[in-house]
């Protein structure tokens, strides 16, 4: 009979705490309580339980030429331009460094096969934390894109999706608008929250209500999209402007305008975010806020790469700043 191996998950069920609370006490974070310290201890000798080797080398220096990118399947991947443009990125810093790239699909559920690549590259934490949390504290070399992690201590590099919601939502006040409507990212995403929060805080400065009516809770889906334009159109006080936290929705919205003999940007303001090149070649040049997806991309390959040779020590927490792409999607309000 094969003996099962203990992994970290064991060890905080049995000391009754969290991967993260165990993942510090392997690290020596200072900061966790000592009785927590001594009880994880315990639980890490009474299973036996020793982290990955293979990480722990890893972590000390270059053994293995190749990086992996683990990312959320979803509906599409291979379609989408923000997937795509990571990718590309990556895929771009691992040959200007000659490393070889893993690419690993998950929903969290399955296992990562860590030993086959030298540091790791999540984009974005969504169902696979624990992942996340089990690389930690194995000592793997790794690195979160678009998410600001504040819980977990792990190397980082994300955009200002605050920043940029704030700046598509003030061009618009700016133009005059007052009837301004949004339709979200995923909520569930820390992307779909901050981009709602900042549309919030430009309103609020600028003393504009943005009533129910005017917010659909999306998921970056044009289906989503559809739906929330087919809504603020068949309002008796319909918006005139509308900010979408992602292009595809923005582009759909254009769409359905136009299906409904509504004139973008005489009658309709549409803006977006990502800069996704697609919005070039529509019925108007769609105007967006541009995140630097290539370049976060390219940057985390250079800083794995950096903590598996031993020459980046320290964690590395990057938030790059997004501009606003202006095209002919926007105008003043006609009335």
Not at 26 to 34: D, E, F, I, Q, S
Not at 79 to 104: K, N, P, Q, W
Not at 307 to 324: E, F, N, R, S
């Amino acid at each position: 009979m094969v003996e099962k191996k203990i992994s970290i998950t064991d060890v905080a069920r049995k000391a009754g705490v969290s991967i993260t609370t165990v993942s510090r006490v392997l690290n020596k974070v200072p900061t966790v309580n000592k009785e927590i310290v001594q009880r994880v201890e315990g639980a890490i000798s009474d299973m036996k339980f020793k982290p990955n080797p293979t990480a722990q080398r890893l972590a000390k220096g270059i053994q293995n030429t190749a990086v992996g990118f683990v990312i959320p399947g979803y509906p599409g991947i291979f379609h989408s331009f923000y997937a795509v443009e990571l990718m590309r990125g990556i895929g771009h810093g691992c040959e200007t460094l000659r490393l070889d790239l893993i690419f690993h699909i998950t929903d969290g559920s399955n296992p990562l096969r860590s030993n086959f690549a030298g540091g790791l590259i999540f984009a974005d934490i969504i169902e696979n934390l624990p992942q996340v949390q089990t690389a930690v504290a194995e000592g793997m070399p790794c690195l979160v894109i678009n998410h600001i992690v504040k819980d977990l201590q792990v190397s980082y590099i994300a955009v200002d999706n605050v920043k940029g919601s704030f700046m598509a939502a003030e061009y618009l006040v700016n133009l005059g608008h007052k009837r301004i409507a949004t339709v979200t990212g995923n909520m569930q995403t820390q992307a779909g929250i901050d981009r709602f929060e900042g549309f919030q805080k430009a309103l609020k400065q600028h003393n504009i209500d943005c009533p129910t009516e005017y917010v659909h809770k999306g998921d970056y889906s044009r289906r989503s999209a559809r739906q929330a334009a087919e809504r603020f159109f068949s309002l008796e006080n319909p918006p005139t402007a509308i900010f979408a936290a992602s292009d595809d929705m923005a582009m759909e919205i254009v769409s359905v305008s136009m299906e409904n003999g509504i004139k973008v940007p005489e009658d309709i303001s549409i803006i977006g975010f990502d800069d996704n090149p697609a919005g070039l070649f529509g019925p108007v040049g769609l105007t967006t806020i541009k995140q630097p997806l290539f370049t976060m991309g390219e940057e985390a390959v250079r800083v794995v790469y950096e903590i598996m040779t031993g020459k980046q020590k320290g964690l590395v927490h990057k938030v790059l700043a997004p501009d606003l792409i202006v095209r002919e999607s926007c105008a003043q309000p006609s009335s």
